[in-house]
């Protein structure tokens, strides 16, 4: 099974994330997301005995309610050559500090993730038109959005032809 765990995000959020989208030319190759998630760690293909070790896990998390609020969007993996871009949230040292107590729970099950950078993915860029003028996009768009995170979620991501499905197989 093919399994992360992330920050779900309310309709309200995911409905201006849309509209982000939207401003984007079509002319451009790029995968728009449909189900936007913030990512905390990547587990990656796992066998069920590996899942219900990390289910038991992650039970033994209580996480203080906290509140996020969208950022400015970015790009991976730099601007000369890009392939994701993305929406950030802050304060950005609660999101960190949530996802360093998941890395501990795990660190012998899995690597930790030196390079964490929380981040909601928008779409994978397979080719642009005109980078200067996404780039220049990206510098104007201001979204804001606040929301509250009280929970997070193991979820497993089947990948189709038409995209990822992700189902929630717990909430934490």
Known sequence: MRIFIAIELPDRIKEK??????EFSREDDINFVKDYHLTLKFL????STKLKRVRERLKT??????DLHLSKLGVFPDMKFIQVFWIGAEPENK?????ERIDSKLIDIFK???NFKGHITLGRVKKLNDR???LDKIKQIQINGKFNVKNFYLI????TSS???YTILEKY
């Not at 994330?17 to 939207?22: A, E, I, M």
């Not at 999101?95 to 996802?99: A, G, R």
Request: aromatic share 6%; proline share 6%; no cysteine.
């Open 132 to 134: 200067d003028k996404f």
């Open 163 to 165: 995209g990822p499905v």
């Open 17 to 22: 994330l849309k509209n982000v989208q939207k």
């Open 61 to 66: 998390i209580i996480i203080k309610p906290f």
């Open 44 to 47: 990656g293909e796992i066998s």
């Open 156 to 159: 497993q991501s089947e990948l």
């Open 112 to 114: 930790r993730d030196k």
């Open 95 to 99: 999101i960190k500090k949530l996802q």
